[in-house]
């Protein structure tokens, strides 16, 4: 049975960058699939953040494409979240899921537990 | 401001039947296929239903999902307090905005 599990810090100040890692086991990244982000406020209800594909190809939500980056570590069956110059506003509870497509048949089936971050001084 | 539209609750007695509707716009749900989860509370959202109408292994025949048009709905049979819980509709958008969006979702109670 597959499983994501995100790890990372819960408290994160405001200007600085937010860092997640989602862990992958019951399945190796690079047989395929795309694995992304998510967050979940209760203002802005879910809200996708970006994807990558197990050969490094990024897609990224147009909103917060200037400050975030995703990125693959096949060996380690890991991908991870870095989004820069965080407010207030980007507290959310955080999830990593796999969507087998990238396009018109795309949905979420396995799903991280989710993280809760917290913006704050 | 989602681009998809859900009623925000709905609401039947044990054993009854429920349906959620999700509408959008041919950028979307007209030109995609949709999926369903459910959030029960404090957990992560669960994959119900695929390609408009598909169950994932495990998850029971009282959910169905259809689609017609601009609009999606799911239905609910056989109404259980476990099925209290938040869903969300999700599909693809052609348009300029993130092409995965989520409708605001919809609580569903048990009475």
């Known amino acids: 049975q597959m499983q994501l599990q995100e790890s990372g810090p819960g408290l994160v100040k405001p200007s600085e960058t937010l860092s997640l890692t989602c862990a992958v086991s019951?399945?190796?990244?690079?047989?395929?699939?795309?694995w992304g982000w998510l967050r979940q406020s209760p203002g802005k209800g879910l809200e996708w953040i970006g994807s990558i594909g197990h050969t490094g190809s990024t897609y990224y939500n147009p909103s917060l494409k200037s400050r975030v980056t995703i990125s693959v570590d096949t060996s380690k069956d890991q991908f991870s979240l870095k989004l820069r110059s965080v407010t207030a506003s980007d507290t959310a509870v955080y999830y990593c899921?796999?969507?087998?497509?990238?396009?018109?048949?795309?949905?979420?089936?396995?799903w991280g537990q989710g993280t809760l971050v917290t913006v704050s001084s | 401001q989602s681009v998809l539209t859900q009623p925000p609750s709905v609401s039947a007695a044990p054993g009854q039947k429920v349906t959620i509707s999700c509408s959008g716009s041919s950028s979307n749900i007209g030109n995609n296929y949709v999926s369903w989860y459910q959030q029960l509370p404090g957990t992560a959202p669960k994959l119900l239903i695929y390609?408009?109408?598909k169950r994932p292994p495990g998850i029971p025949d009282r959910f169905s999902g259809s689609k017609s048009g601009t609009s999606a709905t799911l239905g609910i049979t056989g109404l259980q307090t476990g099925d209290e819980a938040d869903y969300y509709c999700g599909t693809w958008d052609n348009s300029l905005s993130a092409p995965f969006v989520f409708g605001p979702g919809t609580k569903v109670t048990v009475l």
């Open positions: 899921a796999r969507h087998p497509y990238y396009g018109s048949r795309a949905e979420w089936d396995y």
């Open positions: 390609e408009n109408n």
């Open positions: 019951g399945f190796s990244i690079s047989s395929g699939c795309y």
